[in-house]
């Protein structure tokens, strides 16, 4: 199994910053795509942005230019920096990563899907 847990939400004034971390743990092999979600009340839960292994990006359009993704493959984690935060902003945000786990002998074994249980982000004056 692959655990993941997100850090970092909190409440920041309108034109602030937040970085948000996630980290994956377990039997894993390779971490292909990292990614951040969030979900607002009362909405699905949507796609922020996303990296893949060789370090390509995709965003979400009402965050490029605000929002940047990294990842660090040897801790297994993944990061959003997020500046000029707005109100609308505020959402629970969910790290997100799809890989493969390793077997007893240290191989790839089977493909695997998790979810953090999220962060909070509260963008207020």
């Known amino acids: 199994q692959v655990q993941v847990v997100e850090s970092g939400g909190g409440l920041v004034q309108p034109g602030g910053s937040l970085r948000l971390s996630c980290v994956a743990s377990?039997?894993?092999?390779?971490?292909?795509?990292m990614g951040w979600y969030r979900q607002a009340p009362g909405t699905q839960r949507r796609l922020v942005a996303n990296?893949?292994?060789?370090?390509?990006?995709n965003y979400e359009d009402s965050v490029k230019d605000r929002f940047t993704i990294s990842r660090d493959n040897v801790k297994n984690a993944v990061y959003l920096q997020m500046d000029n935060l707005k109100p609308e902003d505020t959402a629970v945000y969910h790290c997100?990563?799809?890989?493969?786990?390793?077997?007893?002998?240290?191989?790839?074994?089977?493909?695997?899907?998790?979810w953090g249980r999220g962060t909070r982000v509260t963008v207020s004056s």
């Open positions: 377990g039997n894993i092999f390779a971490i292909d795509t």
């Open positions: 997100h990563m799809q890989g493969v786990t390793t077997t007893t002998w240290h191989t790839p074994g089977q493909s695997f899907e998790s």
């Open positions: 990296i893949g292994t060789t370090g390509d990006t």
